[in-house]
């Protein structure tokens, strides 16, 4: 499995951004697609999680700003921002793991840049 995120920009605290993640290869129709980012000095932390069933967690820092959707027939996977804060600075990177195997990928990282 192959992942390409996109979606990152400068953008001004206040604002949103859309970031997405395109998924290609053998893509198991048991699986979860996340979304991670890590801030600059920081380890990387997991922002948002969508199942393929459509189960969903957020981490608190992001819970009703952030939204997680995906499609599965065109195994795409989008993480809408709204509200952004300088905090949310950082590389974002989507994540792809296999359930039905210990299969799991990363994506090449995109960045988002938060002014204040």
């Known amino acids: 499995v192959q992942l390409q995120a996109s979606g990152g920009d400068l953008v001004q605290a206040g604002g949103s951004l859309r970031l997405s993640c395109a998924a290609s290869g053998s893509i198991s129709s048991n699986n979860a697609m996340h979304w991670y980012r890590q801030a600059p000095g920081k380890q990387r932390e997991l922002v948002a999680a969508?199942?393929?069933?459509?189960?969903?967690n957020y981490a608190d820092s992001v819970k009703g700003r952030f939204t997680i959707s995906r499609d599965n027939a065109k195994n795409a996977v989008w993480l809408q921002m709204n509200s952004l804060k300088p905090e949310d600075t950082g590389v974002y990177y989507c994540?792809?793991?296999?359930?039905?195997?210990?299969?799991?990928?990363w994506g090449q990282g995109t960045l988002v840049t938060v002014s204040s």
């Open positions: 969508m199942s393929s069933g459509g189960i969903t």
């Open positions: 994540y792809y793991r296999d359930w039905s195997s210990t299969y799991d990928t």
